[in-house]
């Protein structure tokens, strides 16, 4: 049910720290943080009132470094309390946290640190100092100071213990309470930067105002008891887990339980046994195949018997889905299977107590779909972008379409373009994308819709279907987002290689098609005495091989991992507007290669690349 708690203002009037107060006031006893320091060992826990406490204290440590309102600090870490306190301290300062992914590359660090014109970048230890490093002496880039999470790898840098012992020296509760009042519902609340199709991070600012509204509407949408705990798991510089793992905790004054590596994910489901559970479709991918893995090694008889029990339960999950009364007898047979056979089995994952499961970030696989709901998992599927501070349409437990991605949200307005494109509009669209100056430039248009580049369409019932994709941009089955064109223009740099395809929509990792370069491959060849009649018989030649292996490797050194290609298959005939791989203006027409190479791609997923 969605949750009863007063607010203390109207959604669209308030603010995060009010919220804050308001839990730590009213509920002040009741869990809001735990984490772990290794996988067997005891949970940490904080109550509302001691989260609190702490956001202050860091407040008056941030302040004393000389963060002041409307300033970007950058955050590289996983998920660990110090990356979860720190976001709420900056801001009660009026500060703006940016949190970049853990992933990402030197470019690209460099990149937001330059366009944010951050001053301070908190990161977790070692792994993260050389990606941040060089830009403390570098005249193109503002940043003035690093601290460091774990004390022992800070070097010369200011150690996050430190930062909080200053803070606690300097606390002024009477400064906390005045900055944080200051704040006004329309202020910067976060800056999430995403890739757009040119491969340049693009700053997408959203305000008090868009968050709360969000996670109001989402939480109307939502069947989940009261202080529900969520497991928190995907990185922060995402902004599906900085609604559900910091913003809509703090609405529902619910218990956030920090898991800092995903691998563990399946091993704390076991332990808790959550209500709730959110995973992109690769993790209930995983899942799945956990799951199919164990029936595997049933004897028939309890293999028939599960086989029958998911046939009711996908039964009884078509009637729901319809709308319609469950038939007496079905509902009989399925609860009884349910009790007997399936719970028994969800139990041994911990998933036994699961309420709300849902995914997002990425098309979910009809069939992972339909796997789940023989199991009586119904995965609301959901749809949205960071420019709509997360969630446009979704699924709810009493009014869904398996393979679609739901109906509005509350407030929020869906058209179809002409051409097939969503656009939306509404109070939870961001004002616009963040420029170097500070400034922001609106991507709305006079009306105030705004252009998703995703196409789809509405059924009679009001519900979405994602059908395509009109921005090139590359989805991974975890969630992530990739440009294609940055990913293809750095392989192509080496000489060899004159065209380039990247494909992984949808899946784990990229794959590549590349072309040998018709005027350069003969060259180099010529240059080191390899002789070859044609394309074809270079793109044989054992040294050709070997250099281009070289040139994939040196292109994935500047990658992050997410845009690292994992297998390639070299082609030796250029692709040209004739063949119709490209257009007349020779852009490449991803849909037409994707088509002609199908097999070709499809193979190089046949085997793991690791």
Known sequence: MPTNLPLPGRPDEITLPALLAR??????????????????????TLSWSEVRRKVAVLAAGYAALGVQRGDHVLIMMGNRPEHWLTDLALVHLGAVPVTVYGTSAPEQVAHVARHSRARLALVEGARELPRWEPLLGDPTAELERLVVAEPAEAGPHTTYGALYAAGARRFDSEAFEKAWRETRPQDPLTVVYTSGTTGVPKGVRLSHRNILLQSVRLDRRVELPEHAEHLCYLPFAHIAERILGIYLPLLRAAHVRLCADPALVAGAVRELRPVQFFGVPRVWEKLAAAVRAVLARLPEEQRRAVAE?????????????????????????????????LDPLLGLAGMDRLVWTASATAPMPLDVVRFWAGFGVTIMDAWGLTETSGVCTVNSPDDFRLGSVGRPIEGLE?????????????ATVFDGYLR????VEGASDAEGWFATGDVGRLDADGFLWITDRKKELIITSNGKNVSPALVENTVKEHPLIGQALVHGDGHPYLVALLVLDPELAPAWAASRGIEAPSLAALADHPAVREEIARAVETANSRLNRTEQIKRYRLLAREWSPESGELTPTMKLRRRIV??????ELDGLYEESPW
């Open 414 to 426: 869906l058209r179809i373009a002409e051409d097939g494109e969503i656009l939306t509009r509404g």
């Open 436 to 439: 170097s100056d500070g400034s």
């Open 23 to 44: 839990n730590a006031a009213d509920h002040g006893e009741l869990p809001a943080l735990s984490w772990r320091t290794a996988p067997e060992a005891a949970w940490t």
């Open 309 to 341: 029990a998911n046939e009711l339960a996908r039964a009884h999950a078509g009637h729901r889905e319809r709308r319609e009364e469950v038939p007496p007898a079905l509902a009989e047979a399925y609860a009884r299977a349910k009790e007997r056979v």
């Open 594 to 599: 994707r088509t002609m190479y199908a097999a």
